[in-house]
């Protein structure tokens, strides 16, 4: 499953060879359509931005209430929980993906990225910041200085991805039976060993991607 800018969405059913016909929701731009991060859990595809979204099947979606009138940029389903961060200090987390509730405020900073361990949750934000959580409720500052928004848990350990050498799943890139996709500046790849890649969707302006088991 891919979204991005427009409200986009499109999903493949084989692995990533061929893409179904894309919906949108509106016109592009940084705006109320934008899809900035999507999940899959609880036997549901869920995409934030400004609005929150559900599918069981990434075909057929319906919009869920966001707590708050701000966005959300990164998203994962981590211990029974999905949990989300986003613009101005902004995380919401929900158990069925259906109902949200806002958590606690990170300082007014934004975070446009979530990486998850087995054991915690780590949000990079605009400043450099890392907010750490276990809950995805609540949040506190681990650590600053990193000069990188983007956070990703690689060789047992939250790094930025520059520092990280292996391809890892985060919200550009999502593995699945022994297939990776990542999206990349705006485009859709696909490999088989997380090396080599093949561009199987040209720019349509994608922003993450996730692999889901839909029942």
């Known amino acids: ?108 900073e934004a975070a446009r990225t979530l990486a998850a361990s087995p054991t915690q949750l780590m ?4 400043p450099g910041n890392w907010w750490r959580s276990s809950d995805g409720r609540t949040w506190t500052l681990d650590s600053g200085g990193h000069g990188s928004s983007d956070v990703v848990y690689c060789n047992t350990q939250f790094q930025t991805r520059a520092s990280c050498s292996a391809t890892v799943e985060s919200g550009s890139s999502a593995f699945g039976q022994g297939v990776w996709v990542r999206v990349r500046n705006g485009a859709v790849e696909r490999s088989t060993n997380g090396t080599s890649w093949t561009m199987v969707l040209p720019n349509g302006g994608f922003t993450a991607v996730a692999f889901g088991t839909p029942p």
């Open 123 to 126: 949000a990079a934000t605009d």
């Open 1 to 108: 499953m891919v979204v991005g800018y427009a409200g986009a969405r499109r999903r493949s059913t084989d692995l990533g060879l061929t893409w179904s016909p894309v919906q949108t929701l509106g016109p592009s731009g940084d705006n109320e359509f934008l899809l900035r991060a999507v999940t899959f859990g609880a036997g549901l595809f869920v995409t934030v931005g400004w609005r929150i979204y559900t599918s069981p099947d990434g075909a057929v979606w319906t919009q869920r209430t966001n707590p708050q009138n701000q966005w959300l940029g990164g998203i994962r389903r981590h211990q029974g929980v999905f949990s989300a961060v986003g613009g101005y200090g902004y995380s919401a987390w929900s158990t069925d993906g259906v109902s949200w509730t806002a958590s606690t405020f990170r300082n007014a």
